[in-house]
């Protein structure tokens, strides 16, 4: 075994040059990673690079990606406990390596135990800095932009940790793409005005405000992600929602109760099939009122409003709340966008978009974002 006392041994905070990707409490002793994408970036000069993770879950546990120079080159499961993970060896000492350490499964809301932190690194050779990208854009959506279903074989349908990639995703894929700095808020399942089977408390427009509330047990907690998140520390340039698939799904879904009060809740159908326009005139109120809760926070950026990998039933809705956000506001740097449909051919997973779905929903996307920030300049 080779001899390890030429690894170094540093705590993230006394690392210079480092930068974190995703939402934090701003806090590197340890550093938690709540929600998909979020990653740790650093230039390493030397030959082997290891990381100090703890990790702990009572069902449903977090898996990494690495990437180096902008490849991704691994990716595993991280059991509980706290322990060191090579990231990688033997490589050229003098090379500088990107690397970003990137948490591959989103913030699982339905398992109050789930966490993984970065405590330390351990490493013979220097970092070096790191190049700030021109660009900065949030991702906000569902099980689409959570990568469920992006990589695994058509056939699986379980529903685990395992079918979630961060990076087989049209989030990162985007990014890449428009060389910018990214961060995602997602959950599977939820929506803008209720969850795909009728639940009004799943939904990311209640949690937006937060570092990454919608995590629940005192763990999580303590770790600050129900605290109030610093805007001002990170301004995107876009705002990109990707949400209302599950407000679909709601009503064709059975009633929600809740066991607390007993009330029943529920997207209703009319005898013909169609929506009911009540409940139609709800999703497009709860549209409103996100996007202005979105401005409050991100008074620059340009926000797109993306739909349509699994299917359009919710655009007229979305089009008429958009509309009608821009009457109310006056506010015009407001769009929809329309993704390209899922295909059997590029179907992944779980009925959901697979890899092929993801780089050509990445492709249109990116186009129409440099259209969008090339109208943005004066």
């Given at each position: 075994m080779q001899n390890e006392?030429?690894?170094?041994?540093?705590?993230?905070?006394?690392?210079?040059?480092?930068?974190?990707?995703?939402?934090?409490?701003?806090?590197?002793?340890?550093?938690?990673?709540?929600?998909?994408?979020?990653?740790?970036?650093?230039?390493?000069?030397?030959?082997?690079?290891?990381i100090e993770v703890e990790v702990n879950y009572e069902q449903y546990e977090p898996w990494i990606s690495v990437v180096i120079n902008a490849v991704p080159v691994s990716r595993q499961m991280l059991k509980a406990g706290r322990y060191w993970v090579c990231i990688f060896r033997g490589m050229d000492k003098a090379a500088i390596k990107n690397v970003r350490i990137v948490k591959d499964v989103q913030a699982m809301s339905a398992d109050s135990g789930c966490l993984m932190q970065i405590h330390a690194v351990k490493f013979d050779g220097e970092f070096t800095p790191i190049e700030e990208k021109p660009y900065r854009i949030e991702f906000i959506g569902d099980s689409i932009t959570s990568g469920e279903g992006a990589i695994g074989a058509k056939a699986e349908t379980d529903w685990i940790p395992m079918w979630f990639s961060a990076i087989d995703n049209y989030t990162a894929m985007t990014a890449e793409a428009l060389n910018a700095e990214y961060r995602v808020l997602s959950q599977s399942g939820w929506g803008v005005l209720s969850s795909w089977d009728n639940n009004p408390f799943a939904n990311l427009p209640a949690y937006y405000e937060q570092v990454c509330g919608l995590l629940t047990g005192e763990n999580n907690k303590a770790l600050g992600a129900h605290e109030k998140n610093d805007f001002d520390s990170w301004q995107p340039d876009v705002v990109v929602v990707n949400l209302g698939t599950n407000d679909g799904g709601a009503f064709h879904s059975s009633e929600w109760v809740d066991t607390v009060t007993g009330k029943a809740y529920k997207q209703r159908l009319k005898e013909d099939g169609t929506y009911d326009e009540e409940d139609v005139k709800a999703f497009?109120?709860?549209?409103?009122?996100?996007?202005?809760?979105?401005?409050?926070?991100?008074?620059?950026?340009?926000?797109?409003?993306?739909?349509?990998?699994?299917?359009?039933?919710?655009?007229?809705?979305?089009?008429?709340?958009?509309?009608?956000?821009?009457?109310?506001?006056?506010?015009?740097?407001?769009?929809?966008?329309?993704?390209?449909?899922?295909?059997?051919?590029?179907?992944?997973?779980?009925?959901?978009?697979?890899?092929?779905?993801?780089?050509?929903?990445?492709?249109?996307?990116t186009g129409y974002i440099k259209e969008v920030l090339r109208s943005s300049k004066p």
């Open positions: 006392d030429r690894l170094k041994v540093q705590a993230l905070s006394d690392i210079a040059h480092l930068k974190v990707h995703g939402r934090t409490t701003g806090h590197l002793s340890p550093l938690t990673l709540f929600w998909t994408g979020s990653s740790v970036e650093l230039n390493a000069q030397g030959s082997e690079l290891w497009e109120e709860a549209v409103v009122r996100f996007l202005i809760k979105i401005r409050k926070y991100n008074p620059n950026a340009r926000l797109i409003w993306a739909y349509g990998m699994l299917g359009l039933p919710m655009m007229p809705a979305i089009y008429r709340a958009v509309n009608a956000y821009n009457m109310l506001t006056g506010d015009k740097q407001v769009s929809v966008f329309q993704l390209p449909n899922t295909i059997d051919e590029t179907l992944g997973a779980r009925q959901h978009p697979g890899r092929l779905a993801h780089e050509k929903a990445a492709r249109e996307l």
